[in-house]
């Protein structure tokens, strides 16, 4: 509404004949204006996409990587209290929870960044 009035006031201000060229100067700008803003529109759209599919895909891999390492550490658990006596269980424990803080470590400092 008031981009309307301020086009009014224009053309009031404007000499009777050059009315039709301002209206023809308000025209031209006004298409250019939406054509702008539909490319942009687009752009903008195209650009959360691309943004969108590189965020999930980063995601995938690391969600896979960190996958691997556990099916890793399970591996390494399964294979360590396959030979557990009664008499080596305190060893297995033990080995067990170096195991796991090693791990638990290695994963914190990969997502963290810290050595």
């Given at each position: 509404?008031?981009g309307?009035?301020?086009?009014?006031i224009?053309?009031?201000?404007?000499?009777?004949?050059?009315?039709?060229?301002y209206?023809?100067?308000?025209?031209?700008?006004?298409?250019?204006?939406?054509l702008?803003?539909?490319?942009?529109?687009?752009?903008?759209?195209?650009?959360?996409?691309?943004?969108?599919r590189?965020?999930?895909?980063a995601?995938?891999?690391?969600?896979?990587?960190?996958?691997?390492?556990?099916?890793?550490?399970e591996?390494?658990?399964?294979?360590?209290?396959?030979?557990?006596?009664?008499?080596?269980?305190?060893?297995?424990?033990?080995?067990?929870?170096?195991?796991?803080?090693?791990?638990?470590?290695?994963?914190?400092?990969?997502t963290?960044?810290?050595?």
């Amino acid at each position: 509404m008031l981009g309307l009035v301020a086009i009014a006031i224009g053309a009031l201000i404007t000499s009777t004949g050059a009315v039709s060229s301002y209206f023809a100067g308000v025209l031209a700008n006004v298409g250019t204006t939406l054509l702008l803003v539909g490319v942009v529109l687009l752009l903008e759209r195209r650009i959360i996409d691309n943004a969108a599919r590189l965020v999930r895909s980063a995601n995938d891999r690391t969600n896979e990587a960190i996958r691997s390492q556990i099916r890793d550490l399970e591996d390494r658990m399964a294979a360590e209290w396959k030979s557990v006596t009664p008499e080596n269980l305190a060893e297995k424990k033990a080995e067990t929870a170096r195991l796991t803080d090693e791990f638990t470590k290695r994963i914190v400092e990969e997502t963290t960044g810290e050595v």
